[in-house]
């Protein structure tokens, strides 16, 4: 019968699975915000208004509201480890449509399928929860929780300098794809397989009650000012 000691033989080291879920969340905040400086080239270069250019930042964070709850419960009912892969997969998918597209609802639907990446952060914490010692406890979660603004702040400068000379806006998606295509490698790799720690069901008919009440709330938020 496995004892205490072979689980934590099993258990990966603390330091490699802090750096892992440090990835999937830096690619995480790099999507997210590598399209702000680049939102006026997406107009110019496809031909349609700032306001329809703004639906870029929209529709991203509409599928993130929406997504984001169903794949928490998602983590609890299947285990982190196959929900946090389909993200990736979903992240890098949408990254690649978004560098080989020039069509805005194609772009629209690359940005809704990154969406499904804020939904790392709180599967990685849960992870954390799980694997870590309490004694490393903090200190993993608070790491992981920097590469939020990192990522960010990484992902605004980047775009902002592969795009000031008026270049391509499909740039910095090479940065956002390296990123997830990256973060997908290491969690297959190191991330463990564990039982999943809830039971029961995703209750469907709820989170699409969920998701439209979402949306009906912040979609005349986001475009209250173009609206009027």
Do not use: K
């Amino acid at each position: 019968m496995p004892t205490a000691a072979d689980a934590d033989r099993r258990r990966p080291r603390a330091a490699l699975l802090v750096a892992v879920l440090a990835v999937g969340t830096t690619a995480l905040a790099l999507l997210q915000s590598l399209v702000v400086p680049v939102l006026d080239a997406i107009g110019d270069q496809l031909g349609v208004s700032p306001a329809a250019a703004g639906w870029v930042l929209t529709a991203n964070l509409l599928a993130a509201a929406v997504s984001t709850p169903v794949l928490g419960r998602l983590g609890d009912t299947w285990g982190e480890r196959p929900v946090m892969i389909g993200i990736l997969v979903a992240m890098t998918a949408g990254t690649l449509l978004a560098l080989v597209t020039s069509s805005l609802p194609l772009l629209l639907a690359a940005r809704v399928l990154q969406g499904a990446s804020y939904g790392l952060f709180p599967l990685s914490i849960s992870v954390l929860r799980r694997e870590l010692p309490a004694a490393r406890l903090n200190v993993g979660m608070s790491v992981v929780s920097s590469t939020l603004a990192v990522g960010g702040v990484v992902g605004l400068v980047a775009a902002a300098l592969l795009t000031h000379d008026g270049g391509d806006y499909h740039r910095p998606f090479w940065i956002g794809l390296a990123a997830s295509a990256a973060a997908l490698v290491l969690v297959v790799l190191v991330l463990p397989r564990r039982p999943p720690t809830g039971s029961g069901r995703v209750d469907w008919w709820g989170a699409v009650v969920l998701a439209g009440g979402l949306v009906l709330l912040l979609l005349p938020v986001s475009q209250g000012n173009a609206w009027g």
